[in-house]
């Protein structure tokens, strides 16, 4: 087992920052997937941002530019640096773990994120 606890959260304005953080009750250093999804009211969550072992990223098309993922293995701790945010970014967002080897993934309780027009 994982607890993932997300925190960060908050209202802000647009084209204002916020940064979320992650942190896992284990070891997340090796062979594990770090991951960002969000989900807003009335739609599915989706996959936002992601980084690998090897610090390979991948983000949402909306995102990039924007969002920059990151991790500190020492401190068993993922990073969302969010910028120039849009009302549309508004969701509940949550941090996953996922072990390819063996397919196990974990989830966060989530963090709101809300961002005024």
């Known amino acids: 087992q994982v607890q993932l606890v997300e925190s960060g959260g908050g209202l802000v304005q647009a084209g204002g920052s916020l940064r979320l953080s992650c942190v896992a009750s284990?070891?997340?250093?090796?062979?594990?997937?770090l991951g960002w999804y969000r989900q807003a009211p009335g739609n599915q969550r989706e996959l936002v941002a992601q980084?690998?072992?090897?610090?390979?990223?991948n983000y949402v098309d909306h995102v990039k530019g924007r969002f920059t993922i990151s991790r500190d293995n020492a401190k068993n701790t993922v990073y969302l640096q969010m910028n120039t945010l849009k009302p549309e970014d508004t969701a509940v967002y949550y941090c996953t773990t996922f072990w390819p080897l063996s397919g196990l993934r974990y989830w966060g309780k989530g963090t709101l994120v809300t961002v005024s027009s």
């Open positions: 980084i690998t072992t090897s610090g390979t990223t």
């Open positions: 284990r070891s997340i250093s090796s062979n594990v997937v």
